[in-house]
């Protein structure tokens, strides 16, 4: 599943290429990938401007000027595809359908604009959704209730972070990362990079991280999403940028896949170990438990 930098990437993408775009059509082959009533979709959908593409930790919001915002959850297997006579965009799963004639077999809702571009979201799997919702609402759903906050946001300090994390001080710092009512969109990628760039072994119980580690780890956190949405996010198998190619952050990754490699700060070599039913990969010299 893609974690925040991944729909991060979708969502730069989308913001450049849709914004202020009016819905004409909706077309849909799979109930569950658009559980809508058809009379919203017709008063609040269809004949709409898009205003803003928005992301809550990993789900997408698309903006509109009815009052009415479409919830997008890519899950495991999703694409947004957008066409026109003179652009293309392609995020999501890698598969041909990125780039072979729309709709296919895969095609699951199709929105067509007035000036004749499309916007196809597949999913093969099918367990991805798109959810049309009145925009005062969308912040009442059970997920946005619980989850965290975003860790990139201006206004989340490391006095936040800290105190987020140490309301399950006597777990493991990686198990409480992955925690998505702790921090918002932190997936298995950023868990491992980050506590290397903190030197936290990720067993490491939150309250035996002192302040000041805790402030480093805020850090490295911030650092690594900000380098992975950059090089348009990381996920090598499951995920491309908006311009259809893999995301490059893995090649720069320190520790995550490279088990059996030097540490690129000390030289030891990376392993690879299970931790909160993760694969976890760390420096056994630099993140000493």
Known sequence: MPELPEVETVRIGLNLLIVDRCVQSVSFDWPKSFPNADTDVKRFLVGAHITTIARRAKILLIELD??????????????????????????????????GELPDSSTRVTLGFKDGSKLFFNDQRKFGWMRLLPTPEVAKLDFFQKVGPEPLADDFTARDFASRLLR???????????????????????????????????????????????????????????????????????YVDAKGKRGSYLAFANVFRREGQPCPRCGTTIVKLRVAGRGTHICPHCQKL
Request: zero cysteines; hydrophobic letters at 40%.
């Open 66 to 99: 009815t009052h009415y915002t479409l919830v997008i959850h890519l899950k495991m297997t999703g694409q947004l595809v957008f066409r026109s006579s003179t652009e293309q965009f392609g995020a999501g799963h890698p598969n041909d359908s990125l780039i």
């Open 168 to 238: 399950r001080k006597a777990s493991g710092v990686k198990a409480v990362l992955l925690d998505q009512t702790v921090v918002a969109g932190i997936g298995n990628i950023y868990a491992d990079e980050s506590l290397w760039g903190a030197k936290i072994h990720p067993e490491t119980k939150v309250q035996a991280i002192s302040t000041a580690r805790l402030a480093s780890l805020y850090k490295a956190l911030r650092a690594v999403l900000r380098l992975s949405i950059e090089k348009g996010g990381s996920t090598d198998r499951n």
